[in-house]
């Protein structure tokens, strides 16, 4: 009986003992935090992608509450409404930005681009890409060893084993921009979503002459300039014989997509068109989701 | 017997084109000099369209330090100064030349025989071994002249010859020796003056009993030059493995051998600075190996820089079937070739036809800890680890563990049990580390 009453006494004082130190520690130490950083943080998508540039949902509250504007700050993942919600507590405005999506620029599937070769080192874009130009004839193109969706941490982007292509799920999708860094070809881009998702955009990069890339390719751009000739807003132009559409100037009206030759120009999630037998050509890809992108065109 | 003492593997030899004679590659119709045959920036071309060139003339200079000249290896008209695709098909500069004829330069001396006398001075030898676009032959086609001019405050006590072709299947430099032996003992003496050293060992692995027993003869009438008969393994012609084999020296981690006293030169290239220096003739062929399980006629070939690689493969009677892979260079260290609708360049030591069962990569099963690519790796480096590192992007640990130490021998995926992509990866780490590193030093 003793002993108990002994240890709970001696546990007892040890305790409060130790609950004075700890308190007079924590006055001590106490780090004087703006607590806007934890209601910003909160806000957040705490998705800590690294989309905004910065380590983490934490670093980039803390970047936010430190800014005087919000001009150069934003998160990709929760797009205007989060930035306005970040704008509200920190007493500031945000820029309204488009939501934008990563888009897969090639449509070098195993139909579109003879395989030449087979590679049997590491299963690696990054390695594949320091040995030689990857499996097809194209050096621009997709090696499709799926670097982009080891990368992404929102499941959003993944091979088609039909095509050998990366897909991206518009849903799942992000934009944080971490595949367009693991690309090693460079062909993951981050374009604005657009209005019912619809969009516009060149799906190829090959940089070579007209012959080389209808050799390699039978869907890859060849410069030969009819797009531009046609957009009335001046939203399209070609270096190195490849076309690229800007988005900002782009306002959807496809006529681009009805000239080009070789169809590399894709349109997505558009209602199927009223004249079908105007553009045979292009006739499959109206109607395609993103998903069945490269078997578009044949 | 000597070797080097950490790491090493002994892959089965197969030498099958050993003790073939040196057979010339017939004039191409169309020559494909590239500009890029060395380590270093590809080299700048002073010739226009349209002009005609003799064999041996100037075509291309050297593009700042790291870098060498080259000259046309066919008398011609240039047609063409453009790209062409590679056997890992990147573009690269070249210089297409339509052969007529074969006339070569005037000053250089055509004739066999042999001149022993050599009266220029250290800097004129070094000066002309640097116009004549001479680079090390063994495989980093480092431009031999750097070599030969040590940094200020270093000097060189010791010249040491590569005649180690530790790469299995190669036998290009064992031939090279066999019927040029004489010549490149009067290329080492020439070496020899340009370094100002009295003491030259020549390495020879003892799978080439005749070369040691031919060059020991002919060492007795040399002075200063000793051949060393080296127990054979897998890389001791790297550098640093070889310096280590003959002299017992370590080169320390990131330094150049000279920094031991000792410069390494390959057997090959000072066989082109004899005929550099004696004959007057820049570096315009080479001999290469090609050879396979189920190559018709495996044999060694000298080829003029720009031959397409389809003409030797016919001499040597023609692609075999059942082929896997085609290997430009030997099979340990070579690269998988895309094509042979390529030109020869001074990086070309072999073709290798592998066959189909030979060539193909076994899965990759996990790692089981056994450690065999630690025993196995010739810088004492822990491959399995550097691989996981490079596999999760690990760039500052990596270096921390010595990745530039690599010399990407693949003894480490040689000898790993579970065939897992060593080599690969610690190459991709290599290479991201290395960028890491100049961008660094840039800032600075």
Same mark, same amino acid.
């Given at each position: 009986?003793?002993?108990?009453?002994?240890?709970?006494?001696?546990?007892?004082?040890?305790? &409060?003992?130790?609950?004075?130190?700890?308190?007079?520690?924590?006055?001590?130490?106490?780090?004087?935090?703006?607590?806007?950083?934890?209601?910003?943080?909160?806000?957040?998508?705490?998705?800590? &992608?690294?989309? &905004?540039?910065?380590?983490?949902?934490?670093?980039?509250?803390?970047?936010?509450?430190?800014?005087?504007?919000?001009?150069?700050?934003?998160?990709?993942?929760?797009?205007?409404?989060?930035?306005?919600?970040?704008?509200?507590?920190?007493?500031?405005?945000?820029?309204?930005?488009?939501?934008?999506?990563?888009?897969?620029?090639?449509?070098?599937?195993?139909?579109?681009?003879?395989?030449?070769?087979?590679?049997?080192?590491?299963?690696?874009?990054?390695?594949?890409?320091?040995?030689?130009?990857?499996?097809?004839?194209?050096?621009?193109?997709?090696?499709?060893?799926?670097?982009?969706?080891?990368?992404?941490?929102?499941?959003?982007?993944?091979?088609?084993?039909?095509?050998?292509?990366?897909?991206?799920?518009?849903?799942?999708?992000?934009?944080?921009?971490?595949?367009?860094?693991?690309?090693?070809?460079?062909?993951?881009?981050?374009?604005?979503?657009?209005?019912?998702?619809?969009?516009?955009?060149?799906? &190829?990069?090959?940089?070579?002459?007209?012959?080389?890339?209808?050799?390699?390719?039978?869907?890859?751009?060849?410069?030969?300039?009819?797009?531009?000739?046609?957009?009335?807003?001046?939203?399209?132009?070609?270096?190195?014989?490849?076309?690229?559409?800007?988005?900002?100037?782009?306002?959807?009206?496809?006529?681009?997509?009805?000239?080009?030759?070789?169809?590399?120009?894709?349109?997505?999630?558009?209602?199927?068109?009223?004249?079908?037998?105007?553009?045979?050509?292009?006739?499959?890809?109206?109607?395609?989701?993103?998903?069945?992108?490269?078997?578009?065109?044949? | 017997?000597?070797?080097?003492?950490?790491?090493?593997?002994?892959?089965?030899?197969?030498?099958?084109?050993?003790?073939?004679?040196?057979?010339?590659?017939?004039?191409?119709?169309?020559?494909?000099?590239?500009?890029?045959?060395?380590?270093?920036?590809?080299?700048?071309?002073?010739?226009?369209?349209?002009?005609?060139?003799?064999?041996?003339?100037?075509?291309?200079?050297?593009?700042?330090?790291?870098?060498?000249?080259?000259?046309?290896?066919?008398?011609?008209?240039?047609?063409?100064?453009?790209?062409?695709?590679?056997?890992?098909?990147?573009?690269?500069?070249?210089?297409?030349?339509?052969?007529?004829?074969?006339?070569?330069?005037?000053?250089?001396?055509?004739?066999?025989?042999?001149?022993?006398?050599?009266?220029?001075?250290?800097?004129?030898?070094?000066?002309?071994?640097?116009?004549?676009?001479?680079?090390?032959?063994?495989?980093?086609?480092?431009?031999?002249?750097?070599?030969?001019?040590?940094?200020?405050?270093?000097?060189?006590?010791?010249?040491?010859?590569?005649?180690?072709?530790?790469?299995?299947?190669?036998?290009?430099?064992?031939?090279?020796?066999?019927?040029?032996?004489?010549?490149?003992?009067?290329?080492?003496?020439?070496?020899?003056?340009?370094?100002?050293?009295?003491?030259?060992?020549?390495?020879?692995?003892?799978?080439?009993?005749?070369?040691?027993?031919?060059?020991?003869?002919?060492?007795?009438?040399?002075?200063?030059?000793?051949?060393?008969?080296?127990?054979?393994?897998?890389?001791?012609?790297?550098?640093?493995?070889?310096?280590?084999?003959?002299?017992?020296?370590?080169?320390?981690?990131?330094?150049?051998?000279?920094?031991?006293?000792?410069?390494?030169?390959?057997?090959?290239?000072?066989?082109?600075?004899?005929?550099?220096?004696?004959?007057?003739?820049?570096?315009?062929?080479?001999?290469?190996?090609?050879?396979?399980?189920?190559?018709?006629?495996?044999?060694?070939?000298?080829?003029?820089?720009?031959?397409?690689?389809?003409?030797?493969?016919?001499?040597?009677?023609?692609?075999?079937?059942?082929?896997?892979?085609?290997?430009?260079?030997?099979?340990?260290?070579?690269?998988?070739?895309?094509?042979?609708?390529?030109?020869?360049?001074?990086?070309?030591?072999?073709?290798?036809?592998?066959?189909?069962?030979?060539?193909?990569?076994?899965?990759?099963?996990?790692?089981?800890?056994?450690?065999?690519?630690?025993?196995?790796?010739?810088?004492?480096?822990?491959?399995?680890?550097?691989?996981?590192?490079?596999?999760?992007?690990?760039?500052?640990?990596?270096?921390?563990?010595?990745?530039?130490?690599?010399?990407?021998?693949?003894?480490?995926?040689?000898?790993?049990?579970?065939?897992?992509?060593?080599?690969?990866?610690?190459?991709?780490?290599?290479?991201?580390?290395?960028?890491?590193?100049?961008?660094?030093?840039?800032?600075?």
């Amino acid at each position: 009986m003793n002993i108990i009453v002994l240890s709970l006494i001696v546990l007892g004082v040890l305790g &409060c003992l130790a609950s004075v130190v700890l308190f007079l520690v924590a006055r001590k130490f106490n780090v004087e935090e703006d607590p806007r950083i934890d209601l910003v943080e909160e806000a957040l998508p705490s998705a800590n &992608c690294g989309g &905004c540039g910065f380590a983490g949902c934490r670093n980039f509250a803390e970047a936010c509450v430190n800014a005087d504007s919000l001009d150069n700050l934003n998160c990709p993942v929760g797009g205007t409404s989060t930035m306005t919600k970040v704008g509200e507590i920190l007493g500031l405005t945000a820029n309204a930005t488009d939501p934008m999506v990563a888009v897969v620029r090639c449509n070098g599937s195993h139909k579109n681009c003879q395989r030449t070769n087979t590679y049997d080192g590491a299963k690696s874009c990054a390695i594949a890409n320091s040995l030689y130009i990857g499996e097809t004839d194209c050096s621009f193109g997709c090696l499709g060893f799926g670097d982009c969706v080891t990368a992404c941490l929102f499941d959003a982007i993944h091979i088609n084993p039909e095509t050998g292509l990366p897909e991206v799920d518009e849903d799942k999708c992000t934009a944080c921009g971490t595949c367009v860094k693991a690309c090693p070809k460079g062909i993951i881009e981050l374009r604005k979503k657009g209005p019912k998702n619809r969009r516009i955009f060149v799906s &190829c990069m090959n940089k070579d002459k007209d012959g080389i890339a209808r050799k390699a390719c039978s869907v890859a751009c060849i410069g030969c300039g009819k797009c531009v000739k046609e957009c009335q807003f001046d939203a399209i132009t070609i270096e190195n014989n490849l076309a690229y559409i800007d988005f900002t100037k782009c306002r959807l009206c496809r006529k681009c997509v009805d000239v080009c030759p070789t169809g590399s120009i894709h349109e997505l999630n558009f209602p199927p068109r009223k004249k079908q037998e105007a553009v045979p050509e292009t006739e499959e890809i109206k109607t395609i989701k993103i998903e069945d992108l490269s078997e578009s065109n044949d | 017997m000597k070797t080097f003492k950490i790491g090493g593997v002994h892959p089965q030899e197969n030498k099958l084109s050993a003790g073939s004679k040196i057979q010339k590659v017939a004039l191409p119709t169309q020559a494909i000099i590239p500009l890029d045959q060395h380590l270093g920036a590809p080299a700048t071309p002073i010739v226009a369209v349209g002009d005609t060139v003799k064999v041996g003339q100037l075509i291309a200079t050297a593009t700042g330090f790291i870098s060498a000249n080259i000259h046309a290896s066919v008398s011609g008209k240039v047609t063409k100064i453009d790209t062409f695709v590679d056997a890992w098909g990147k573009r690269s500069p070249a210089i297409t030349i339509d052969v007529e004829g074969d006339e070569w330069a005037d000053d250089i001396i055509t004739s066999k025989e042999i001149n022993r006398i050599c009266k220029l001075s250290k800097e004129e030898i070094i000066t002309k071994i640097k116009k004549a676009g001479i680079v090390g032959l063994g495989g980093a086609c480092f431009p031999t002249h750097i070599k030969l001019t040590p940094p200020p405050g270093k000097t060189a006590e010791v010249l040491i010859i590569n005649a180690v072709e530790c790469e299995p299947y190669l036998t290009c430099d064992h031939q090279l020796m066999m019927e040029h032996g004489e010549e490149i003992f009067i290329g080492i003496s020439i070496l020899m003056k340009a370094l100002g050293v009295q003491k030259t060992i020549v390495g020879i692995e003892n799978n080439k009993k005749d070369a040691i027993d031919y060059f020991q003869k002919l060492a007795n009438r040399h002075f200063g030059i000793e051949v060393v008969s080296l127990k054979t393994c897998y890389p001791q012609g790297g550098e640093k493995q070889l310096i280590d084999a003959l002299i017992g020296r370590q080169v320390p981690s990131g330094a150049l051998p000279i920094e031991v006293g000792a410069v390494v030169q390959n057997v090959a290239t000072t066989f082109a600075v004899y005929e550099a220096i004696q004959k007057n003739k820049p570096l315009i062929e080479r001999v290469m190996t090609v050879t396979g399980k189920n190559v018709k006629n495996p044999g060694n070939f000298a080829i003029r820089f720009g031959t397409p690689l389809t003409a030797v493969v016919e001499m040597a009677g023609g692609i075999p079937e059942n082929t896997g892979k085609i290997i430009g260079g030997g099979p340990m260290m070579g690269r998988a070739h895309m094509t042979i609708d390529v030109p020869a360049s001074k990086r070309t030591s072999g073709l290798l036809f592998m066959t189909k069962e030979e060539s193909v990569r076994k899965e990759p099963q996990n790692c089981i800890r056994c450690a065999k690519c630690i025993s196995a790796c010739p810088m004492g480096l822990e491959p399995y680890l550097l691989m996981s590192l490079s596999e999760r992007g690990m760039y500052e640990e990596l270096e921390k563990n010595g990745i530039m130490d690599c010399i990407e021998c693949g003894c480490c995926l040689f000898s790993c049990p579970s065939y897992r992509p060593l080599l690969d990866y610690v190459r991709q780490g290599k290479a991201t580390v290395g960028n890491i590193i100049r961008a660094r030093n840039a800032k600075k």
